[in-house]
C-alpha cells in the first residue's frame, strides 16, 4: 500500500468476531419523549425529559490490515 511518501507492506486478516460501528441518535427531538415530574433545583423549577438511547449501526468490520514492516520512505531522486 503507498500512502503519500511511504510504501507500507501488510496482509488482509479476517477477523474472529466482525466489529460494529455505532453512531448514537438524539432523541431530544422526537414526540414520544415522556417527561419527568418537575424538580425544584435551587428554587427553580425545570423540566427533565427522560431519554432513550439509541444507536444507529453504520458499518460492520470484517477484516483488518496487519502490517509486517514499518512504512518505509519513498525517495525519488531528480
Do not use: C, W
Not at 439509541?54 to 470484517?62: L, T, V
Request: proline letters at 5%; a positive charge.
Amino acid at each position: 500500500m503507498k500512502i503519500g511518501h511511504h510504501l507500507l507492506e501488510g496482509k488482509f486478516v479476517s477477523l474472529s468476531k466482525p466489529l460494529a460501528v455505532l453512531s448514537r441518535v438524539d432523541n431530544t427531538d422526537r414526540d414520544d419523549v415522556e417527561e419527568a415530574p418537575d424538580i425544584d433545583v435551587d428554587g427553580a423549577q425545570r423540566k427533565i425529559l427522560s431519554k432513550a438511547r439509541e444507536y444507529d449501526a453504520i458499518a460492520i468490520i470484517k477484516k483488518k490490515i496487519t502490517f509486517s514492516k514499518r512504512p518505509t520512505p519513498i525517495v525519488k531522486l531528480t
